[in-house]
């Protein structure tokens, strides 16, 4: 199965600030990667496809990127709203498999 | 729009089996993967299979002895079977739709707790 390491398991942040989520893949998975938030108590929600590809609805501070099997999330400018759950998800090669997932706390 | 719901017990017993039952609405089920995660509470996300509307499976090998879907595309809903479960199978069941050639989750049912306990 492919690993895929998440880092880091949670972070303490403010509003305003900028963040970067990462992912390092146990393999080459091209660009193969999903990232989801999840709230408490609700299903993830998809936020980027295919590594950079934002999805519809979601603001422009989100973003994605790779370097090598590195994978990040980038959310430049945080706000209130943005407190949750992320996780990567790797879709190159069943079984799929995601990130432990991080875990975007109010500092 | 397209919704998924999950139905099903929220207890079931060691040893017997789980089932559950996704309905789609908003959407035909014909010529979509559709799929099955699950989420220990407080913990990260676990992919147990697919299943096409064909009726095609692909299951995760760690589950694979114990997992089996179905799809019933005249009343537009597709189910999980996992049998002789554990208290280790406690958890979130989510089911979604997989957006085909990348195979993304863009759509999800909300989820439902399944309880493993005498």
């Known amino acids: 199965d492919i690993q895929m390491t998440q880092s880091p398991f949670s972070l303490s942040a403010s509003v305003g600030d900028r963040v970067t989520i990462t992912c390092r893949a146990s393999?080459?998975?091209?660009?193969?990667v999903n990232w989801y938030q999840q709230k408490p108590g609700k299903a993830p929600k998809l936020l980027i496809s295919t590594t950079s590809t934002l999805q519809s609805g979601v603001p422009s501070r989100f973003s994605g990127s790779k370097s090598g099997r590195t994978f990040t999330l980038t959310i430049s400018g945080l706000q209130p709203e943005d407190f949750a759950a992320y996780f990567c998800?790797?879709?190159?090669?069943?079984?799929?498999?995601f990130g432990q997932g991080t875990t975007l706390e109010i500092k | 729009q397209v919704q998924l719901e999950e139905s099903g017990p929220g207890l079931v017993k060691p040893s017997e089996s789980l089932s559950l039952m996704c309905n789609v609405s908003g959407v035909s089920i014909n010529g979509f993967h559709w799929t099955w995660i699950r989420q220990p509470p407080g913990r990260g996300l676990e992919w147990i299979g697919n299943?096409?509307?064909?009726?095609?499976?692909n299951y995760n090998p760690s589950l694979k002895s114990r997992v089996a879907m179905s799809v019933d595309t005249s009343q537009n809903q597709f189910s999980l079977k996992l049998s002789s479960v554990t208290t280790a199978d406690t958890a979130i069941y989510f089911c979604a739709r997989v957006e085909s050639g990348y195979e993304y989750f863009q759509f999800w049912g909300q989820g439902t707790l399944v309880a493993v306990s005498s």
């Open positions: 299943i096409y509307s064909s009726g095609s499976t």
């Open positions: 393999q080459s998975i091209s660009d193969y």
């Open positions: 998800h790797q879709s190159f090669t069943t079984p799929w498999t």
